[in-house]
């Protein structure tokens, strides 16, 4: 059963020697699934919460940890890390990226399966990728209408100060020329 509190990423990772690659990440608790995709082909990696473990048992980590450094570096490109996306054989690929860890250069790699419908798997990809936009886009427009919106009320209210002010300096100048009389 699928955890309710996935999130989910997407990414241009630049690898050498070759054409971007996108990875689409949906990230549970204990575990995640991996699309990537060169344009043409794509493959999936769907690893068990038990691999998951172990994996980051490997490594000294708790599951929580491992995943958070997984998709802090498979959600954005990150500097100085070198992805690879290499032959594993049977049309299958190994997805690889290096991170530095108290002076030392890592490398965690997970073996991607060829899609059975690379068609399908670019299309939905390209749809996450697409309503993402949309709805970025339609954030920004929003954001925007409400930014207008506060900048004409801001202005009301900077013309009402200054009405008060100049009210107050009249008020003012009639009472001390009264007082002088």
Not at 66 to 79: A, I, K, M, T, V
Not at 125 to 135: A, E, H, K, Q, T
């Amino acid at each position: 059963m699928e955890d309710v509190t996935e999130r989910f990423s997407c990414s241009k990772l630049l690898v050498p020697k070759g054409e971007p690659i996108f990875v689409k990440a949906t990230w549970f608790p204990t575990h995640f699934h991996l699309a990537v995709t060169d344009g043409i082909t794509a493959w999936h990696c769907h690893p068990s919460e038990e691999e998951v473990k172990q994996r980051a048992a490997q490594w000294d980590l708790p599951v929580s940890e491992y995943l958070n450094l997984s998709e802090r570096y498979l959600g954005l490109q990150q500097p100085g890390s070198v992805y690879a996306l290499d032959d594993a054989g049977d049309g299958h690929k190994r997805l690889s990226w290096t991170f530095e860890k108290e002076g030392m250069t890592l490398l965690w790699r997970w073996k991607c399966l060829l899609s059975p419908d690379s068609k399908k798997s670019n299309v939905e990809i390209l749809d996450f990728l697409m309503g993402s936009n949309i709805n970025l886009s339609d954030k920004v427009v929003r954001e925007n209408e409400l930014f207008e919106k506060m900048k004409v009320e801001a202005e009301k209210c900077l013309t009402q100060s200054e009405r008060i002010a100049n009210e107050r300096l009249e008020f003012e100048s009639e009472i001390y020329a009264k007082a002088e009389e």
